[in-house]
């Protein structure tokens, strides 16, 4: 066993049971499942986290009522047909020593009726902060009704070989809105005093606690939301959580950040420091006497989690984008290679930015989560045939496809054009806050070394060249570019920008490349929402700019709405005193000032500027490709030199590729 990290690797007791570790798979939506029940693809999501080591896998949260069900892929609501699915899950788990608990949650005034079809329930009738609705203000019934269905959860639960239940509270649910004076305004023994607001909690756990006895672990989740001043504060939730402690009616609680008034703390991307959630958890630590406390939200690394336990903020750590990215991150801190763990880049863009559209989620790094069942986990089957492979190409696509073929024996020379590894992505990685790229593109050197791949920089590949080299398969993944006509969609009558010619108008890779030389005042076109633009103009307004940002779009960053990226991004470029233009294009340039035109009104607005900056669609390098095709020279083709798109899909077609070669 490593001392590298001495504390997350002490065992510890909860309940009945002996944790490996201190390591949690946290609960959170995966969204996997198939008509209410999870299959093949939600349980290898599952065991390769068990395999990877996790001591503790919390599911995703069970709908407890029909009034709750939240997303397409919730499990079905007091139904016993799901115990037979989740106990496969559950012994598959097991296999592997990870103790499984299950979240159960109801989320009162938040539900969603276009999935649901059933109005929400909550303690008062409050309004709903997850759409438009308002909700139905519960009866005593309803209430009794309510408690009853967390238990038979919890009893199903127990049928289907879970060790225990994670009792949601948090994010404003409805054991939190019992709690909250401003959801609860309530003149009965259900509301008022403290302990009228907490018989609701009491209450669930209790009963709990009588159906599935001592031995059924019952935890509680709970975040605090220090900004919002509706929500409980840091001391009331203390307070709370000691209280049932007191009582022993939870062997554990989950301490996180944000919710329904806070939602972009719930999630949080890389604009937010890291161990979030450990000052609550601190607080609460403090407070109980029987509990363990675990600690969540951001705590992406093992160096995290040693510190957070080692201080003393917290028994346990809960570290779920972590292990999405690298499901084996505990093994391999564990074996004292730290160095071997792909980190989460803390982007959300295919964790809950498919969950946000009811999609099953999967990873920008790791495109072998949710594909588990598919792909035969994050692991690689030797190849058939051992190969020589010619990678052209060092960004994402090139990056995962030389490596993926490296893991699985075959030997690879990888060529890039520039003098570094990345491409733009690495250009990505000099925004403000985004160094974690720049960490991932080091760990795939890293890999690269280990493995013996041939890393060949500023070496640009012509046709020629690849038949002289004449490697067995050859994959091409040359990227995009920048277009250079200044074409706008939101514009598409007008093929060229008017005043391009005229000079001092440059691609955001270019500034990000440092080859622009920018004077104090920018215009910056984002035509798309995302941090290509938004990023760029952020590191300009940074350096002293006085910068215009310009969309075509309702909103300032609306690509990143998805990733809970974009209300954060707004008030740091609004704090810089960046200038917002929505809804507009730029009609023209003159060399020295923009002429805006407002999609709503026509109305034009001209900028005096020193540079134009253009967040536009880029094209694809597809050059080398074509002329291989006119050679007869057989070759894979991905990434953006196919289509230009965003991050993912270029590590998906690299580890496809990766994965084809020599495989028959």
């Known amino acids: 066993?490593?001392?590298?990290?001495?504390?997350?690797?002490?065992?510890?007791?909860?309940?009945?049971?002996?944790?490996?570790?201190?390591?949690?798979?946290?609960?959170?939506?995966?969204?996997?499942?198939?008509?209410?029940?999870?299959?093949?693809?939600?349980?290898?999501?599952?065991?390769?986290?068990?395999?990877?080591?996790?001591?503790?896998?919390?599911?995703?949260?069970?709908?407890?009522?029909?009034?709750?069900?939240?997303?397409?892929?919730?499990?079905?609501?007091?139904?016993?047909?799901?115990?037979?699915?989740?106990?496969?899950?559950?012994?598959?788990?097991?296999?592997?020593?990870?103790?499984?608990?299950?979240?159960?949650?109801?989320?009162?005034?938040?539900?969603?009726?276009?999935?649901?079809?059933?109005?929400?329930?909550?303690?008062?009738?409050?309004?709903?902060?997850?759409?438009?609705?308002?909700?139905?203000?519960?009866?005593?019934?309803?209430?009794?009704?309510t408690i009853n269905s967390f238990v038979e959860a919890a009893v199903r639960c127990q049928a289907a070989g879970f060790d225990g239940v994670e009792v949601w509270a948090a994010y404003g649910g409805l054991l939190d809105q019992f709690w909250t004076p401003f959801y609860n305004k309530r003149k009965d023994k259900w509301g008022g005093t403290l302990s009228n607001r907490m018989r609701f909690s009491k209450e669930v756990l209790r009963l709990i606690r009588h159906r599935c006895g001592q031995e059924f672990v019952v935890g509680l989740s709970i975040s605090d939301e220090p900004n919002c001043p509706t929500a409980l504060t840091h001391e009331q939730l203390v307070e709370i959580v000691s209280l049932l402690d007191e009582e022993r009616l939870i062997d554990y609680v989950t301490c996180g950040t944000g919710g329904y008034f806070d939602h972009n703390s719930t999630m949080p991307t890389f604009q937010y420091p890291e161990r979030l959630g450990v000052d609550l958890a601190a607080s609460v630590k403090r407070a109980v006497k029987h509990a363990l406390v675990?600690?969540?939200?951001?705590?992406?690394?093992?160096?995290?989690?040693?510190?957070?336990?080692?201080?003393?903020?917290?028994?346990?750590?809960?570290?779920?984008?972590?292990?999405?990215?690298?499901?084996?991150?505990?093994?391999?801190?564990?074996?004292?290679?730290?160095?071997?763990?792909?980190?989460?880049?803390?982007?959300?863009?295919?964790?809950?930015?498919?969950?946000?559209?009811?999609?099953?989620?999967?990873?920008?790094?790791?495109?072998?989560?949710?594909?588990?069942?598919?792909?035969?986990?994050?692991?690689?089957?030797?190849?058939?045939?051992?190969?020589?492979?010619?990678?052209?190409?060092?960004?994402?696509?090139?990056?995962?496809?030389?490596?993926?073929?490296?893991?699985?024996?075959?030997?690879?020379?990888?060529?890039?054009?520039?003098?570094?590894?990345?491409?733009?992505?690495?250009?990505?990685?000099?925004?403000?806050?985004?160094?974690?790229?720049?960490?991932?593109?080091?760990?795939?050197?890293?890999?690269?070394?280990?493995?013996?791949?041939?890393?060949?920089?500023?070496?640009?590949?012509?046709?020629n060249d690849v038949v002289s080299i004449n490697a067995d398969s050859v994959v091409v993944a040359t990227g995009s570019l920048p277009q250079e006509t200044g074409f706008q969609k939101a514009r598409p009558a007008y093929p060229d920008l008017d005043g391009i010619d005229r000079g001092n108008v440059f691609s955001a890779q270019s500034v990000m490349a440092r080859q622009a030389r920018l004077g104090p005042r920018v215009v910056l076109l984002d035509e798309s929402g995302g941090w290509k633009g938004c990023g760029t103009a952020w590191k300009l307004a940074e350096q002293g700019h006085k910068v215009v940002l310009v969309t075509p779009d309702a909103v300032i960053g609306k690509d990143l709405q998805r990733t809970n990226a974009d209300a954060p991004l707004r008030k740091t470029l609004s704090m810089l005193g960046v200038t917002f233009r929505t809804e507009t294009s730029v009609e023209s340039w003159s060399g020295d000032s923009a002429t805006l035109i407002s999609h709503l009104t026509g109305k034009r607005e001209v900028f005096d500027a020193d540079g134009l900056v253009l967040s536009t669609s880029n094209v694809a390098a597809n050059w080398l490709a074509l002329e291989l095709t006119q050679l007869g020279v057989k070759y894979i083709q991905i990434g953006d030199c196919v289509a230009p798109r965003q991050a993912p899909y270029a590590f998906y077609e690299g580890r496809r590729a990766g994965m084809s070669i020599g495989s028959s």
């Open 1 to 145: 066993m490593t001392t590298t990290f001495p504390k997350i690797f002490s065992e510890i007791s909860l309940g009945p049971h002996r944790l490996k570790n201190r390591v949690v798979f946290g609960a959170h939506t995966a969204n996997m499942s198939v008509n209410g029940v999870p299959g093949e693809q939600h349980i290898a999501y599952y065991v390769e986290r068990a395999l990877g080591g996790a001591a503790m896998i919390v599911v995703e949260p069970m709908p407890v009522h029909p009034a709750t069900v939240l997303t397409r892929g919730n499990f079905r609501p007091c139904d016993d047909t799901v115990i037979p699915a989740f106990r496969k899950l559950t012994d598959a788990v097991k296999q592997h020593g990870a103790v499984v608990l299950q979240q159960i949650y109801h989320v009162g005034s938040h539900g969603d009726s276009d999935l649901s079809f059933h109005p929400a329930w909550s303690p008062s009738g409050g309004p709903s902060y997850h759409d438009s609705d308002s909700s139905h203000a519960m009866t005593d019934a309803e209430i009794e009704e």
């Open 294 to 463: 675990t600690a969540e939200s951001h705590i992406r690394t093992p160096e995290n989690a040693e510190m957070t336990i080692g201080e003393g903020s917290a028994d346990l750590v809960s570290i779920v984008r972590g292990q999405i990215a690298d499901p084996h991150l505990v093994t391999k801190a564990r074996n004292g290679v730290p160095e071997d763990i792909r980190g989460c880049i803390s982007c959300n863009q295919m964790c809950w930015g498919r969950r946000s559209r009811d999609y099953w989620i999967s990873c920008l790094v790791n495109p072998s989560a949710g594909r588990e069942a598919e792909w035969g986990g994050d692991r690689f089957e030797p190849a058939v045939s051992k190969q020589s492979v010619l990678v052209i190409g060092g960004g994402p696509a090139g990056l995962e496809a030389a490596r993926v073929a490296a893991e699985r024996g075959h030997r690879v020379v990888l060529a890039e054009a520039s003098g570094g590894l990345g491409g733009a992505f690495r250009l990505a990685g000099e925004q403000p806050r985004r160094a974690q790229i720049l960490d991932l593109i080091r760990w795939y050197e890293t890999r690269f070394e280990k493995l013996g791949v041939e890393i060949r920089l500023n070496t640009y590949v012509e046709g």
